[in-house]
């Protein structure tokens, strides 16, 4: 399963020209819809200055835009092109679509067991364990 992941990743991070901590960036902003670099850097655990050469490779490729942050003129925020979600969707689409298709014939108590289990992970991953 892992290495589904990671070749689903990859083929993603191909399709947008980007590498790893790249995708990384876009996939936060994708869930967040505009970051400054300071949260970024938080998130990817890196440091600033290599954060944003991240950002910067990305404005470059056309991904990210960087504008001033109106409530602060002093900062900036990093907003990711809706191009570049498309095709990092589209990348993981037929996934949605095959996962999708598998849950349609499941009963609705197998789907309450599903879902609990899936919260519980989801619990397990936030919390290292």
């Known amino acids: 399963m892992l290495i589904s992941q990671l070749d689903t990743m990859r083929r993603t991070e191909k399709d947008l020209g980007v590498d790893a901590p790249g995708l990384e960036v876009i996939l936060h902003l994708s869930a967040s819809g505009e970051l400054n670099p300071t949260n970024i850097a938080k998130k990817l655990g890196a440091s600033s200055a290599a954060t944003s050469l991240i950002i910067q490779r990305l404005e470059d490729l056309g ?67």
Do not use: C, M
């Open 63 to 129: 991904h990210v835009t960087k504008e001033s942050n109106p409530t602060d003129g002093r900062k900036v925020l990093v907003t990711p092109k809706g191009s570049s979600l498309r095709v990092a969707y589209k990348s993981g689409a037929k996934i949605v679509q095959g996962t999708v298709d598998l849950l349609e014939f499941l009963t609705a108590s197998e789907l309450k067991v599903i879902k609990k289990f899936l919260e519980r992970l989801l619990d397990v991953h936030k919390n290292g364990g």
